[in-house]
């Protein structure tokens, strides 16, 4: 998926990396990046934040600190790289009055960008969202619209910051994503068809409208995200996650034929309104070229999130 001139940037590069939300399905899988390409020797690089202090554990069992967010003040001037995935995600909104999940999801925001000054912060990638193309969508529900809002407001304040200091912004909308440490595995389509799998029961598919989905393997967006934070031009970028466009009863087909599982009778289409889930694919494949990043296979996504679930089901 990488190649060489990826390892090559991180050992020329010797700035700290910093994480926030480090305990969540991106931020892991960065992680577990880092640690494939420079060993134990590389988290010694890291800082990473999160809602509390706990130890985060690899797959391989590697132990990496973290620390409450609010702690990354404490973290004396030096030139750094900063991954931004610290949110409250959709499925909080769902469930959170809307003023308190506003709150919640600002004051992170502001706690971080009053931050990136003082700790030197010299490039910022910012996990943004596919939601955020839903922030008016009247079709959309009240959560992925508050969400998308949200999400909206840090692409413009995190922009911002970029222009007035000169500094590097990766602006991700992130749609869907594959691979070890997925979470909330019923609120995810590839992950809930994989569990059935591994279940050993049909994979179940709902929808009763044409619902589309696309799929890029975590691993793959980080490398992507930490050449293009490493490399000489230090361009600011903005652009959607992509991948193989497919409709539920085509991914649901694909992941019985790659696990050997089967697919239960689907319900008859009784609403032709689509809901197309999916970002620019064509520009995320010329940026992944750009950089020389290999495409994962969907074949292989769905392979290496099955040995992730089978490890903690």
């Given at each position: ?175 869907n994503v594959s691979g070890p440490y997925v979470n909330k595995i019923s609120a995810y ?24 989905r696309s799929y890029t393997s975590a691993e793959q967006l980080m490398s992507l995200a ?88």
């Amino acid at each position: 998926m990488f190649d060489s001139d990826l390892k090559d940037l991180l050992k020329a590069d010797d700035r700290r990396i910093i994480i926030t939300g480090a305990g969540g399905w991106l931020g892991l899988a960065l992680l577990d990046l880092l640690d494939k390409l420079l060993g134990p020797s590389a988290l010694e690089r890291v800082h990473c934040f999160g809602s509390s202090e706990r130890t985060l554990e690899l797959v391989n069992g590697r132990k990496v600190p973290q620390q409450p967010l609010d702690q990354i003040t404490q973290l004396a001037e030096r030139p750094s790289v900063l991954f931004h995935f610290a949110f409250l995600t959709k499925d909080r909104a769902e469930v959170m009055d809307d003023d308190a999940y506003c709150k919640a999801n600002r004051a992170i925001q502001q706690l971080v960008l009053n931050a990136l000054g003082q700790i030197g912060a010299q490039s910022v990638f910012l996990a943004s969202s596919g939601a955020a193309y839903r922030a008016s969508d009247a079709s959309a529900t009240e959560a992925m619209r508050i969400y998308g809002r949200l999400k909206l407001e840090d692409e413009i304040d995190f922009s911002k910051w970029a222009e007035q200091s000169g500094k590097q912004l990766i602006a991700v909308r992130i749609f869907n994503v594959s691979g070890p440490y997925v979470n909330k595995i019923s609120a995810y389509a590839l992950a809930s068809f994989i569990a059935d799998v591994l279940r050993g029961q049909p994979i179940v598919v709902k929808a009763t409208r044409p619902v589309y989905r696309s799929y890029t393997s975590a691993e793959q967006l980080m490398s992507l995200a930490l050449t293009a934070m490493l490399s000489a031009e230090q361009q600011s970028l903005s652009f959607d996650t992509g991948g193989k466009k497919l409709e539920m009863r085509e991914l649901a087909a694909e992941v019985a034929a790659a696990l050997n599982g089967s697919v239960a009778a689907v319900p008859a289409m009784i609403d032709d309104a689509p809901d197309d889930y999916t970002g620019d694919a064509a520009g995320y494949d010329r940026l992944m070229a750009k950089y020389n990043i290999h495409e994962v296979p969907l074949r292989q996504q769905i392979l290496e999130t099955a040995s992730y679930l089978k490890n903690i089901m």
